[in-house]
């Protein structure tokens, strides 16, 4: 997918909300168990009642490899109903991969190509060479760990390295990336604040920004310090959503707080224009 | 397994090899193309003819996922091969996982209950709580990404952080996690002479060495300066051994190629006891 793509989605959605696919067997409702694939059943349903609300749905796909072939199949067929369904809705598998080149490539092509997601998310530690054969890939993107949600970021991301953490290192040293266009970063909301120094190093780039709602995060701020004329954001929520309701209505529920997040969005998004 | 039990299997075969199935199927013989599972046809014929002289086998998780859900048959069926036919040998999923708790479990549960692997290695980017509950399986082995043997190993890894570099902060980080006593750890053999300084950080844990013959790293000085009174080192070769020959004489080829290794590994282990 095109960015200008995205954007047009956002601003005819008045919505920059990604919704987390976390589908965890624990937590939906009862009755699904009894479908031949709860998993999909459950992402379906969700799709069905929320993709009025959000431009973007991102699996996290340890959930899937968690139950084997059968997850593997779950995710299968949710993309394949998304790409059939919605295509104008922009995907990410949330798989955090990173390897050296060669096998950089294989990951890249099992999820852009045989699974046909729009991006994927990619841990920056092993650097350039393992990051380069996801870019290649001409209207797919690729977004880098930056500022994770999680307390295990203090443990290396906010560490000095050439006078500045660890994480502005990141965002500067990948955007010589060859085909660093493509880029875009994962921001935790649990720090807004960093927003703004990261939007001095990359003004444009999309952020994806989990951990608002359930992990503590405001949207508000986090569009104050991060949002750019193209909006720039792509807000996650995943368990808020999934399991507002664990009962027969858990559907309805879902879109009810789909909704309430797109209608702060759409607030949020109001104030570009002035 | 045990880390007793691995030492135990290095001294009998008289090798610390690691074989690493990154199976291509456009690098395997062409007649295997013809099998209903090419990949596990491939590496059952792989591990017949080597298991005598290695002592791990570790699948490169990339390549299998590459073809979906095919893929992640062959790989659950080269696991049960393995855990069936040779329960004594060490499993390392080659997966470079790493991501927020509840994710990591998930991750965790994957690879170490679903497909039963021994270890998986790790990216180590989000820090602590993205480590830990990989290290929370009692007789699971989790491989930390210190130093890899790739060239954008110098964008990040080897970059000064409180006036070390960053990989040097990764083995001191990581040894106060809990259960730190069941990592080990990935370094490049390119990189040989940094062995040294990694030994003063963490002298008894386990390496796990690519780069070795394909990639360039000579066996000789990686065992100079990373050996340890116990082993402390598993060193792979991939390409080297699987594609010795592409013709119908593959498995011995490979044999040959891994017999090779162990002779030269043997050596080294004698150095030990002196």
């Not at 050296?100 to 729009?118: Q, V």
């Not at 092993?126 to 054969?133: A, I, L, Q, R, T």
């Not at 960093?194 to 444009?204: A, C, F, N, Q, V």
Request: charged share 25%; hydrophobic share 40%.
């Amino acid at each position: 997918m095109k960015i200008e793509h995205l954007i047009s989605q956002i601003h005819q959605k008045k919505s920059f909300l990604c919704v987390g696919l976390d589908t965890d067997l624990e937590k939906i409702p009862q009755h699904l168990l009894e479908d031949e694939d709860p998993i999909f059943a459950f992402n379906k349903a969700i799709i069905d009642a929320t993709h009025s609300f959000c431009v973007a749905y991102k699996p996290n796909i340890a959930f899937y490899e968690a139950y084997g072939l059968k997850g593997w199949k779950s995710l299968e067929r949710t993309m394949a109903y998304l790409n059939d369904k919605h295509p104008e809705i922009f995907t990410i598998a949330d798989a955090k991969r990173g390897d050296i080149g060669n096998t950089s490539t294989r990951y890249a092509k099992a999820f852009f190509e045989t699974l046909n997601f729009d991006s994927i998310t990619i841990a920056p530690y092993m650097g350039k060479d393992s990051v380069e054969p996801f870019l290649a890939f001409e209207d797919k993107h690729t977004i880098l760990l930056a500022l994770t949600s999680n307390q295990g970021a203090f443990d290396f991301q906010t560490k000095k390295v050439n006078g500045g953490e660890l994480y502005k290192e990141v965002l500067k040293v990948s955007k010589s990336y060859t085909n660093a266009e493509r880029l875009m970063y994962v921001v935790g909301a649990t720090k807004a604040t960093y927003l703004k120094d990261i939007r001095e190093i990359i003004p444009d780039s999309f952020l994806l920004v989990p951990g608002v709602g359930a992990q503590g995060g405001s949207l508000q701020e986090v569009c104050a310090y991060g949002m750019t004329k193209n909006v720039g954001l792509l807000v996650n929520s995943s368990r808020g959503i999934l399991y507002a309701s664990t009962g027969d209505d858990f559907a309805e529920a879902a879109a009810n707080e789909a909704q309430k997040i797109q209608i702060e969005m759409e607030v949020e998004l109001g104030k570009i224009h002035k």
